[in-house]
Each structure stands twice: as structure tokens, then as C-alpha cells.
């Protein structure tokens, strides 16, 4: 795990969406964006589309849309970092 990852994961112990982590993060939105994919595709979060449903957002959809969504770490991904 990155230190940019972990400083990610660290701001997802609760429903997030783009603008709070950005805040919270002082990272770039790009940055952010490109960094919550790569956690997806490791199954360290999970995407919600309506702040508490469940969402799979095709690589397509999740560019276009990411701003709308909000982030929340699962389960692997706490245990992951709670492990450093």
C-alpha cells in the first residue's frame, strides 16, 4: 500500500464523496480520482452511488461520473491499513 493510498483509505472509515477528500487531503482532484480507481480494482473500496447503495461503475462510467459518487473503504481495505 502507497502512502497516498493510505492517506485515502484513512479518510474513508465513512462515506466520502470527491469534494471532502479533496478538502481533507489537499490532493489534486486527478490525483484522488486515479488513486480511488486502482483502490476499486483491489477491492479496498467500495463505490456508492446514492450515498448508502451499493454501486459497480464500468472504468467508462466512473470516469465520467466520479464527482457524483461517494467512497467508503471495505472491509480488506481497513484491515489493510490498520495493518501499518
Request: hydrophobic share 35%.
Amino acid at each position: 500500500m502507497t502512502e497516498l493510498e493510505f492517506d485515502i483509505l484513512d479518510k474513508l472509515y465513512f462515506p466520502s464523496n470527491i469534494a471532502h477528500l479533496q478538502k481533507e487531503t489537499r490532493l489534486s482532484v486527478t490525483l484522488i480520482k486515479d488513486t480511488l480507481w486502482q483502490m476499486k480494482k483491489k477491492d479496498w473500496i467500495k463505490i456508492l452511488k446514492n450515498y448508502d447503495e451499493e454501486y459497480d461503475p464500468t472504468e467508462e462510467e466512473f470516469q465520467k461520473y466520479f464527482e457524483n459518487y461517494h467512497y467508503i473503504a471495505t472491509k480488506k481495505g481497513l484491515m489493510l491499513h490498520n495493518s501499518k
